[in-house]
């Protein structure tokens, strides 16, 4: 059973600039969530994605923005990023309904904006 | 609204001692509770969950946690401290039901000592 994977593991960004954040499920998941952790802190919910479509957004910008593809996989796109983004960028892959809240979480990217 | 309480960002103990992390919980409806371990530059791993049913619930690493209703909490807790164990620990919450977004608590540093 493939776990989850993040691409890629560290960037390094200008304030101002846009990136995309790639995630592969874990076999067997249909839905995939967001989570921004900064240094510190706890993760914070970003989005969920189910059935490629949103399924519930935290408390984040309409900059922060994704896609789930059909094999379940997701992107995270943020544009014009700010000085307060970097932080590590958690994906979460689960299976609804079946799953009880159950989420696998993926190594993290870790984002950097000078 | 869900949320977590985190007693001691930072607990230190000696290899060997108990273990004792604290949670406790706000949910307006019947929770799911859940605890992961996150290494240092390293994702997070599930060490164990509560759904429904028996209210002491085992984990991994030795690792188990009770759920008290009425005292809306879920500690953490292992009876012998191992070095290995040194990491951040973080309780999380959600809604029965769907896979809908995880509420973290602030996390609680575990540091052990010989």
């Known amino acids: 059973e493939t776990g989850v994977t993040q691409s890629p593991t560290h960037l390094i960004k200008t304030r101002g600039q846009q990136v995309t954040l790639r995630c592969s499920s874990q076999?067997?998941?249909?839905?995939v969530s967001w989570y921004q952790q900064a240094l510190g802190q706890g993760p914070q919910f970003i989005f969920q994605y189910y059935r490629e479509e949103e399924n519930g957004r935290g408390n984040f910008p309409p900059r922060f923005s994704g896609l789930q593809f059909p094999n379940y996989s997701s992107e995270l796109n943020v544009n014009a990023l700010e000085l307060d983004d970097s932080a590590l960028y958690l994906c979460?892959?689960?299976?609804?309904?079946?799953?009880?809240?159950?989420?696998?979480f993926g190594p993290g990217t870790r984002l950097t904006v000078t | 609204a869900q949320s977590v309480t985190q007693l001691g960002s930072h607990v230190s103990v000696s290899e060997g001692a108990l273990v004792l992390l604290r949670c406790n919980y706000s949910s307006s409806v019947p929770p799911y509770l859940f605890w992961y371990v996150q290494y240092p530059n390293q994702g997070l791993q599930l060490l164990l969950k509560?759904?429904?049913?028996?209210?002491l619930v085992k984990g991994i690493n030795g690792f188990e946690a009770e759920f008290k209703k009425s005292e809306t909490s879920f500690h953490l807790t292992k009876p012998s401290a191992h070095m290995s164990d040194a990491a951040e620990y973080f309780c999380?919450?959600?809604?029965?039901?769907?896979?809908?977004?995880?509420?973290f608590g602030t996390g609680t540093r575990l540091q052990v000592t010989l």
């Open positions: 979460a892959s689960s299976r609804v309904p079946e799953g009880r809240g159950e989420q696998y």
């Open positions: 999380a919450v959600t809604f029965t039901g769907t896979a809908s977004k995880l509420t």
């Open positions: 076999s067997g998941h249909n839905t």
């Open positions: 509560y759904t429904t049913g028996a209210t």
